[in-house]
């Protein structure tokens, strides 16, 4: 079964640091990029970060460059996001997702996380 | 970035309704639309990629057509499962950014 297991994620105060976690299993992970999506409490979805499948290029929403970092362990089967200076917009749930193939979906987000929350607050 | 703008933000309907959501882009982004449904407190789901193209076990009551900056998601007869919201994506360009949502609602 092809599944991303999220962990990480909690309530921390705001200048704080969290690092999230996201396991796959079920296809070779290696072969994808994947990207993170978050969703404020009663709001919509907002592209995050991607990073492609080697690790070799990595982009940011404009509102989180400077401040979160993702990164791949392909020998793991794992993505992450750090999260450094956080602030209360950053709250939201997180999502991770697998990018399928540019040349099959045009990089459709196929798969997705269970999701992980992030509350910023003192 | 390119502005993703869905109407309307929200739906009333009854099952066996036919219904239509539009997602008008920024500008020109080919065919490199997607839908995605979400049901409350899930995940998203992918339900059709490249504007017209249905994931694996997505109804066929759902259809999406468009190119450009102008696309729509129709569902022919609502059933009570397609209760939910629906979102528009872009992945033509970086930062690949979301409509704001459709939210259907049973009348």
């Known amino acids: 079964e092809v599944r991303l297991v999220q962990s990480g994620g909690g309530l921390v105060q705001p200048g704080g640091s969290l690092r999230l976690s996201c396991a796959a299993s079920g296809f070779t992970f290696s072969r994808f990029s994947m990207t993170w999506v978050r969703q404020a409490p009663g709001k919509g979805l907002e592209w995050v970060a991607n990073?492609?499948?080697?690790?070799?290029?990595?982009h940011y929403v404009d509102s989180v460059k400077g401040r979160f970092t993702i990164s791949r362990d392909n020998a793991k089967n794992s993505l992450y996001l750090e999260m450094n200076s956080l602030r209360g917009e950053d709250t939201a749930v997180y999502y991770c997702?697998?990018?399928?193939?540019?040349?099959?979906?045009?990089?459709?987000?196929?798969?997705w996380g269970q999701g992980t929350m992030v509350t910023v607050s003192s | 970035d390119i502005q993703m703008t869905q109407s309307p933000s929200s739906l009333s309907a009854s099952v066996g309704d036919r219904v239509t959501i539009t997602c008008r882009a920024s500008q020109s982004i080919s065919s490199y639309l997607n839908w995605y449904q979400q049901k409350p407190g899930r995940a998203p789901k992918l339900l059709m990629y490249a504007a017209s193209s249905f994931q694996s076990g997505v109804p066929s009551r759902f259809s999406g057509s468009g190119s450009g900056t102008d696309f729509t998601l129709t569902i022919s007869s609502l059933q009570p499962e397609d209760f939910a919201t629906y979102f528009c994506q872009q992945t033509y360009s970086t930062p690949r950014t979301f409509g704001q949502g459709t939210k259907l609602e049973i009348k």
């Open positions: 997702a697998k990018e399928d193939l540019w040349e099959v979906t045009g990089g459709a987000f196929d798969i």
């Open positions: 990073i492609k499948k080697d690790g070799s290029e990595k």
